[in-house]
């Protein structure tokens, strides 16, 4: 069985510009989870989706962040416009559904604004 | 805001020898979860104990719950190179039971 699929798995990019992840769950999973991982941190949850639906976004900075899961499959999380703050590993993952604990992550895209 | 923490921050062990690491963790949780990360990789889930156990095993793999003190352990035997990772303990979040809160993590450092 595939994993979770992210790409890109490194992005560099200058300030100001914007950048896009994309992430392909487990077949089959319901659940999908965006993190931010900073640095010798643990991942910080930024959004959550039940098939198509955001259930919980309050982590997001709407401001310059946005993500979407169009059909309840892949999911695309944009940053516009980056900041050098925004360096970090953004970690997609998935469950089952809302009711499994158990999360599955993909290798993440380390992204380094400049 | 982060629900649990582990400690130490940081362990450096000889290969053969056993690693143990602690989380604490401020609410109420029904389960906790630890999971483990190689340097550039994702996270990979080792094991969920529940808030009625107290003890669960999974093969070099021993975590123990104590929900009167609210802290956990993992502790790994017979510690491996291929061991050399940051773990990491995850609790449901306080404002939802279906996410997952992160401590700060342990990094393994296991020597050949």
């Known amino acids: 069985e595939a994993g979770v699929v992210q790409s890109p798995r490194y992005k560099i990019i200058e300030k100001k510009q914007p950048v896009a992840f994309w992430c392909n769950p487990i077949?089959?999973?319901?659940?999908l989870y965006w993190y931010l991982q900073n640095l010798g941190q643990g991942p910080e949850l930024l959004i959550r989706?039940?098939?198509?639906?955001?259930?919980?976004d309050s982590q997001l900075p709407k401001d310059r962040f946005s993500a979407e899961r169009l059909k309840g499959v892949d999911s695309t999380l944009k940053i516009q416009p980056a900041e050098l703050g925004d360096s970090a590993v953004y970690l997609c993952a998935s469950s089952l559904d809302a009711r499994q604990e158990t999360q599955y992550f993909g290798p993440g895209t380390r992204l380094l604004v400049l | 805001s982060q629900q649990g923490e582990e400690d130490p921050q940081a362990l450096s062990i000889q290969e053969g020898e056993n690693a143990t690491m602690n989380c604490s963790y401020k609410?109420?949780?029904?389960?906790l979860q630890w999971y483990r990360q190689n340097s550039g990789r994702g996270l990979v889930h080792l094991i969920l104990i529940r808030s009625n156990e107290r003890e669960k095993h999974s093969g070099r793999l021993r975590v123990t719950l104590d929900t009167s003190k609210k802290s956990s352990s993992l502790l790994i035997t017979a510690s491996r190179a291929a061991d050399t990772a940051s773990y990491f303990c995850a609790t449901p979040s306080t404002g939802s039971a279906r996410q997952l809160t992160f401590g700060s993590g342990t990094q393994l450092t296991v020597l050949p």
């Open positions: 077949s089959g999973h319901n659940t």
């Open positions: 609410t109420s949780i029904n389960n």
């Open positions: 989706y039940e098939n198509e639906e955001a259930v919980d």
